[in-house]
């Protein structure tokens, strides 16, 4: 039909992820059509990455981004390194200049499969994460949930890689602590005046840190590179780890490096294509395929 466009169903460490081919298109992904798509075993995802014509020379792409809620998002690190191997496959390229509302992208195909992305620089300054109120140090702000005398979680290291982060330092596993309950709540908070991704953070190593994440517009993911990579900086950034560290998600593992020479956050980790089919962007009707030449995220033959 015409209205269909390929997609393929892919994931970053299990985060979940529709690679959407828009290109050759005016038109966008609706919040209808992602709302439809998410409720949907087959196809309920974390992030939608659209792929549209590139709008500037130089760049291969211009990427929509958007949330599980049908919200827009700004960056999407596993996202982005599923765009990449999905246009590898297709192109035979290894590296790629991408476009998005957080600007420019950088990244590519490694020999053994792993992706690179430069995520860019990190922001601290309180009106650029943005914060409601101003901070001097947004190292460590003012926020807790739970009884004031014995707070649950408090005091985060606040950063932005494009897109807001709270990291909650923690003593113990990260998986005992009730994401499901406080990610919402910290989600909103009125400091944070466009949500906030909200991550517990456990240091093993000045290498090695643990990390599960409640993803703004999306809830609990076992992969969200953006907060892997706002974690890795603020661990640096408070004396807790090196500049590159591994990043153990729910998924697996994730190589961080906020390199000196620029200032810039490189995440490396893998990529994964599962299936293939058509759908309508304004309803979210699909239809699933088997791969062919050509398809986006298609192996290459």
């Known amino acids: 039909m015409a209205d269909q466009v390929q997609f393929a169903r892919m994931n970053g460490l299990g985060n979940k992820i529709l690679v959407v081919d828009m290109r050759g298109r005016k038109d966008r992904v609706t919040r209808q059509a992602a709302i439809v798509l998410n409720a949907d075993p087959a196809t309920e995802f974390d992030q939608i990455m659209a792929i549209h014509d590139p709008k500037s020379a130089g760049t291969d792409a211009w990427i929509d981004i958007v949330n599980s809620d049908g919200s827009m998002a700004q960056a999407c690190g596993n996202g982005t390194r599923c765009v990449v191997q999905a246009l590898a496959a297709e192109t035979g390229k290894k590296a790629f200049l991408f ?3 957080a600007g420019l992208l950088e990244a590519k195909e490694h020999d053994d499969g792993s992706i690179s992305v ?3 620089k990190p922001r601290f300054r309180w009106d650029q994460i943005p914060l409601a109120e101003e901070f001097h ?3 460590r702000i003012e926020l807790q949930i739970g009884p004031i005398e014995a707070p649950v979680l408090h005091s985060p290291s606040v950063v932005s890689m494009g897109n807001p982060h ?3 330092w923690v003593e113990n596993d990260v998986s005992g602590y009730d994401l499901d309950r406080f990610g919402p709540l910290l989600e909103n908070h009125p400091i944070f005046p466009e949500r906030a991704n909200i991550s517990v953070a456990r240091i093993r190593s000045r290498q090695e840190m643990d990390l599960r994440t409640w993803e703004r517009g999306a809830g609990l993911t076992l992969a969200c590179g953006s907060a892997a990579c706002a974690a890795a900086v603020s661990g640096a950034r408070t004396g807790r780890t090196e500049r590159a560290v591994t990043v153990n998600v729910p998924g ?8 000196e020479s620029d200032d810039h956050v490189i995440m490396t980790g893998p990529a994964e294509w599962e299936w293939s089919g058509t759908l309508d962007p304004v309803t979210g009707i699909f239809e699933r395929n088997e ?3 050509g398809d986006i995220g298609a192996r290459a033959p």
């Open 99 to 101: 476009h998005t509302v």
């Open 118 to 120: 430069d995520m860019g």
């Open 137 to 139: 140090d947004t190292r």
């Open 166 to 168: 709270a990291i909650f």
């Open 252 to 259: 697996g593992p994730l190589r961080i490096e906020w390199r």
């Open 291 to 293: 791969p062919e030449s």
